[in-house]
């Protein structure tokens, strides 16, 4: 019996030890950079309210393939960027949820990543990489999937040939975004929870975190915390779960920890992480649709929809009213007679100077949303958002922007005129510096200038409805051509 107690004692003093000492058989990777993760645009600045209604929990779990084992290569990042989250964002857009055969075949190559993006030179291996380039390579130049480019943790020389490079765009991701300042990671765990929410895996960089091995589902940080960085991906939340916890998805195989993943309390969160990206793939195309009637192919996926409310600082909503001639002229770029210049809707009430209000700006689809300045007085032309290191994707539907935030107001300066607000919604990204440029030096009015450097880009007026009680919108077109809604609001101050 003692003899058997003894084999016992040994086989669980072997298995602890295997465990413990699982951050040093295993490979890391991840390098910081203040400059490099503040150089990528910010998640737009939503309102706190915006975060209030989420689910009590929520997971992608479902979309994850088997979690890989990247050894003692440094290659953390492309585990969790491509392998990780870009399969949990491709398997999304498939409706491969809980197939996890399906999702194993389609998985992403780590290497494919790590290969690119490690230090020029390094032969050996022994060097990490910053998330920032991974999520640039996927945005820029696509990804292979594992099968077509395999993981070897004993080389990572081997890179793409011009086919697989020309192969792997088809598999770029839409964008990408950080969600925190480097030092100020200012509700980090809501901006988390809201990308999960909305199916977008997050990859993120702990640092100095001590170490992830041991026992049991729940990570607990050690009293003496050291070490460098390493890339995982969140995959889910449950405010419930130890009082409020994200479960993650590790690259160091199926026995660490809960088959490969574990949970994090968001106070060790916090502390933690470093760095966040949300990762956004394209939106899955809808498929043709026969019109009955006509016995003719219509697709219908080229759909905008925002509001607009501008809101003084005591609380009241700036009244407006929609022009009775909006949709009839509303692709028509020749400008007017009248030395005041005509828009889409204009407020009724003239403000003196030094009113406070705010702009707030709601997108019911993903997109892009812009706001440029017109004042009358001097005719200058100013982009007004997104705000400088902010990113103009707007990811969130029934979300909110505040502008200029929820703390401070826009004020009327002393120059009476009529001021514009032009809020651009579109499908896709504008260069906004070359439209603004466009339309300061155009020889028509601001209206006319701005219509003609987007006119290739418009709805038309007959594909859009507009409301009348407030400032909202809807278009829908058969046409790819139509990415584009401007909304002109006149503001007069006196």
Not at 11 to 34: A, C, I, K, Y
Not at 84 to 98: E, V
Not at 168 to 179: G, M, P, V
Request: with cysteine.
């Amino acid at each position: 019996m003692k003899k058997v107690s003894l084999i016992l004692a040994f086989l669980l003093f072997t298995v602890f030890n295997t465990f413990s000492q699982q951050d040093e058989d295993r490979g890391t990777g991840l390098d910081f950079s203040q400059e490099k993760y503040e150089s990528i645009p910010m998640s737009a600045p939503i309102l706190t309210r915006s975060y209030t209604n989420l689910p009590k929990s929520f997971s992608l779990k479902a979309y994850a393939p088997t979690p890989g084992d990247q050894g003692r290569q440094p290659s953390c990042v492309g585990w969790a960027s491509g392998y990780g989250a870009r399969t949990i964002a491709f398997a999304i857009k498939n409706n491969w949820k809980y197939n996890k055969t399906k999702i194993n075949q389609n998985a992403f190559s780590p290497s494919f990543v790590y290969n690119q993006i490690k230090a020029t030179g390094d032969n050996n291996c022994t060097r990490g990489s910053y998330i920032a380039d991974a999520m640039k390579l996927m945005n820029n130049s696509g990804i292979l999937k594992k099968s077509e480019f395999s993981y070897n943790p004993n080389n990572c020389t081997t890179k793409p040939t011009s086919y697989a490079l020309q192969k792997a765009k088809n598999h770029k991701i839409l964008t990408f975004e950080r969600l925190a300042k480097w030092d100020n990671p200012y509700n980090l765990v809501g901006k988390v929870k809201k990308a999960i929410a909305n199916k977008n895996p997050v990859v993120i960089g702990m640092f100095r975190y001590g170490k992830l091995g041991g026992f049991g589902e729940l990570w607990t940080p050690p009293a003496n915390a050291f070490g460098g960085g390493h890339a995982m991906v969140v995959v889910g939340y449950d405010d419930t779960k130890y009082g409020g916890a994200f479960e993650i998805m590790n690259s160091w195989g199926t026995r660490f920890r809960n088959g490969g993943f574990f949970w994090v309390r968001y106070n060790d969160f916090k502390k933690y992480t470093k760095t966040a990206y949300v990762l956004v793939d394209n939106a899955k195309s809808i498929p043709n649709k026969i019109d009955n009637n006509t016995n003719t192919t219509v697709t219908k996926y080229y759909n905008l929809s925002g509001e607009i409310t501008l809101k003084l600082s005591n609380g009241r909503n700036m009244i407006p009213t929609l022009s009775s001639e909006a949709k009839r002229n509303f692709n028509i770029v020749k400008a007017g007679n009248s030395k005041k210049i005509k828009t889409t809707y204009s407020i009724d009430k003239a403000y003196s100077s030094g009113t406070q209000f705010r702009i707030y700006l709601k997108s019911k689809q993903r997109g892009y949303v812009y706001l440029i300045g017109y004042g009358g007085s001097d005719k200058s032309v100013n982009k007004l958002y997104p705000f400088e290191n902010f990113s103009p994707f707007f990811n969130y539907t029934n979300s909110e922007i505040a502008i200029p935030n929820e703390d401070y107001y826009i004020e009327f300066d002393n120059k009476p005129g009529q001021d514009i607000l032009c809020v651009l919604y579109s499908k896709e990204r504008l260069n906004i510096n070359t439209i603004i440029s466009k339309v300061r030096y155009g020889s028509g009015d601001f209206v006319a200038n701005m219509k003609k450097a987007l006119q290739y880009k418009m709805f038309k007026g007959s594909e859009l409805t507009f409301d009348s009680n407030k400032i909202a919108f809807k278009a829908s077109s058969n046409s790819s051509s139509s990415k584009v809604v401007p909304i002109f609001i006149s503001v007069n101050h006196q």
